[in-house]
């Protein structure tokens, strides 16, 4: 499993998150306390958004405790909207391309999670993206396949419904072809103003996600695992459930409730 952290707020440098606390997203890649392996060491990536619509991108296969280059960025750069990960691979090859977060147009996106038994439909779920939308598709990896899906159902004007539509096809995929447990995900994707989270699993394992507001309202900080152990304040979101995060708050829906009122 990975581990990844996000933020949306008030501009803030990177390292805050990603490189400086004791239990930050870099020491999470070699001493995860909340997944089932500690280590996340196929590859590193960052998201964040500045003066134009479109994020910036940072992507590489070093473990991130060895990529200098990580450090530097992180330490420089300043932005009010970011999310970083680091890779567990669950199959697929270690390379740039597999690397979250992934980005197309003015969106971000990254997962923790697995579809059971991809590899024995991959060529299906690939066929399953429009030949407009087919240049994006860089990797080989599920996680990707889930924001180009997402994309397709119509993330740009119903981001929340639009990713659980993703998460369903994929679902009735691995239900019909794959393995169990069909779908384990945690999701975050942003356009740069909002930060949306959704938690889900088929079984009694859905991987662990956490929000706190930031002192002073500074902003809002998602992750998965607190970058402190045994830091207070922090809410665990709650299986099932989506969160959608802006200068406004923080808005939890149930995922059924989403879907139900959207019929």
């Known amino acids: 499993m990975c581990r990844w952290a996000a933020y949306i707020g008030a501009p803030i440098f990177m390292d805050g998150l990603v490189t400086s606390p004791g239990h930050s997203l870099v020491h999470q890649s070699r001493a995860a306390s909340e997944c089932k392996t500690a280590l996340n060491g196929d590859g590193v990536g960052v998201a964040w958004y500045g003066e134009r619509a479109e994020p910036g991108l940072y992507r ?12 530097a960025l992180c330490t420089t750069v300043k932005s009010h909207a970011f999310m970083a990960h ?10 740039r391309n597999n690397c979250h977060p992934f980005a197309c147009r003015r969106w971000s996106f990254m997962h923790n999670g697995q579809v059971g038994g991809f ?10 993206v429009s030949d407009a939308l ?8 599920d996680s990707e396949l889930l924001f180009l899906y997402a994309i397709e159902e119509g993330l ?9 539509a993703a998460h369903a096809r994929l679902e009735a995929m691995s239900r019909a072809n794959g393995t169990t447990p069909h779908l384990r995900s945690s999701a975050a994707w942003m356009d740069g103003e909002r930060l949306f989270v959704l ?15 930031g002192p002073d309202d500074l902003g809002w900080f998602v992750v998965s ?20 995060f802006s200068n406004a708050g923080v808005v939890l829906t149930p995922m059924s409730e989403t879907v139900a009122t959207a019929a």
Do not use: C
């Open 119 to 128: 590899d024995r439909f991959r060529r299906l779920a690939d066929m399953g």
């Open 156 to 164: 740009e004007r119903a981001p929340e419904l639009a990713m659980i």
């Open 225 to 244: 695992e607190p970058p402190e152990l045994g830091q207070a304040g922090w809410t665990e979101l709650p299986a099932g459930h989506l969160a959608a």
């Open 199 to 213: 938690r889900y699993s088929t079984d009694h394992i859905a991987p662990t996600v956490y929000y706190r507001r």
């Open 86 to 95: 680091v890779r567990a691979s669950t199959g697929s090859a270690t390379s």
């Open 134 to 141: 087919y240049p994006h598709r860089r990797g080989a990896t």
């Open 60 to 71: 590489d296969v070093y473990p991130a405790w060895s990529d200098p280059n990580l450090k």
